[in-house]
């Protein structure tokens, strides 16, 4: 007997159906995203020291406590499972000063944690890829007769100067001193101080490239400098600048000039 073309056979009914499900539940994902973010205007359970305007906190938070000693700039993005943590525990008085502090523009990206016993400072603009960790407490192993998760930590102060980049899975330890601008690369270990314009990596990080006024980066830069934008640009052309070639991206400059 010839079979009707119009019917759906069992399987293709049960892919749309998957399909359906599928779509209602990534749009509903969305949407509960949307809701629980935190930001100045809807900051839900969480009440920062300062939470600055455009900054944003993606749902759902990482463990977050002791924000009333957290203060975050504006135009900050806080990605997916951030912890942010102000104190060894919950609930402790760290008395009237402010313990974390991130400036503005900062970025830290899904999965990182910013672990603040004693005080922690990122300045602005800095860029932290994800699992980054960060942190002011680090275990003593003093005595040899007791586990090191029972002994007593110590806590030094971290200072992240402005404009810096943190590689993904990148690591820093109590008592880091970054300058401006420095470069950690993935899954670097930093401990000490490191000077304006460096980059470190490694485990420990070491200075494996620094700026000089006058000879520039050393040892050079293996790689040339990205094209600068031409001065004047509109969004419209900054959008399609994707699709544009060398030649058509000079004819852009030269509209300006």
Known sequence: MPRNRNTFS????????????????QGGWRRIQQAGAVTAEHPGRLRFRA??????LAFPQGTVFGEQWIEIGACCIIAEQVTL???MLPDLDLGTETVLTLGDGVVLGRGSHVIA????????????????????????YDDPDVPVGRQWPRSEPVRIGPGCWLGTGAVILPGARLGRNV?????????????D????????????RSYDPEKGWQPPLRTPAPRPLPEGITPEQLAALAGLGLDELDQLANLES
Not at 186 to 194: I, K, L, N, T, Y
Request: glycine share 10%.
């Open 117 to 140: 016993d004693a005080p922690i400072s990122i300045g602005s603009d800095t860029y932290c890829g994800p699992y980054v960790y960060i942190t002011s407490t680090n275990h003593s």
């Open 183 to 195: 470069v950690v690369a993935a899954g670097a270990v930093v401990r000490g101080e490191v000077p």
């Open 51 to 56: 939470l600055g305007e455009g900054t944003r």
């Open 10 to 25: 069992f399987s293709s009914l049960t892919a749309w159906r998957r399909r359906a499900v599928a779509r209602a539940l």
């Open 85 to 87: 943590t102000a104190g």
């Open 197 to 208: 314009h460096a980059v470190v990596a490694g485990a420990p990080a070491k200075v494996v």
